[in-house]
């Protein structure tokens, strides 16, 4: 019985206030995004309707759009800083890119290669640039230990790639950089 008073009350608030949270949306963002902040907006409301109670909903729902409105915006911009990020990148093209694209799927094949464990540490030391003592504490052991176990685990990659000589990419080296 409180499940159909809860989406009562919120197809009440739903219907009487979409529309001034359109225009409020509208006023402050590109109309192909009015209907997806609108829509993030009342998921909020859905979710919280016990936090509205017996305030007026109208100014409770403006704040949630201004916050929708916010995470928008930084989101906007990181993407934007990517794209820009992107097209910053220099074009390259030729046997050079050929040879790069061929050492990227050599090292991939390679990685794929490699037992779990050691996939794991290479991913937290390359991927997610962690210290030795960051690593540690994701894989819950000591700090040597997780050096040793990085020291190892590019052993291997190296071994593997060493054994495929006979492809272009055979002279992708793995770095010895230490994440203390």
């Known amino acids: 019985m409180q499940s159909l008073m809860y989406e009562q009350r919120f197809a009440e608030v739903y219907q009487e206030h979409r529309g001034a949270i359109e225009a409020y949306a ?20 859905w979710r919280r309707m016990e936090d509205i109670g017996d305030v007026d909903e109208l100014p409770w729902l403006y704040g949630v759009a201004r916050r929708t ?3 928008d915006r930084r989101s906007q911009r990181r993407q934007l800083s990517l794209t820009e990020l992107l097209a910053a990148q220099p074009a390259s093209f030729g046997s050079e890119h050929a040879d790069s694209v061929i050492a990227v799927a050599d090292l991939a094949k390679a990685f794929s290669l490699l037992r779990e464990e ?20 994701v894989l819950e052991c000591s700090k040597t230990t997780a050096r040793v176990r990085l020291f190892r685990a590019r052993k291997r990659l190296r071994k593997i790639l060493q054994g495929s000589e ?7 080296r793995v770095e010895e ?4």
């Not at 509208?26 to 998921?43: G, S």
């Open 69 to 71: 409105l916010a995470n």
């Open 177 to 180: 950089q230490s994440h203390a």
């Open 166 to 172: 006979s492809t272009v990419g055979a002279g992708v």
């Open 26 to 45: 509208a006023r402050r963002v590109h109309p192909d995004r009015v209907a997806d902040v609108v829509a993030d907006v009342f998921l909020t409301a």
């Open 118 to 137: 050691d996939q794991e540490i290479l991913r937290l030391a390359v991927w997610e640039n962690l210290s030795a003592s960051g690593q540690a504490r």
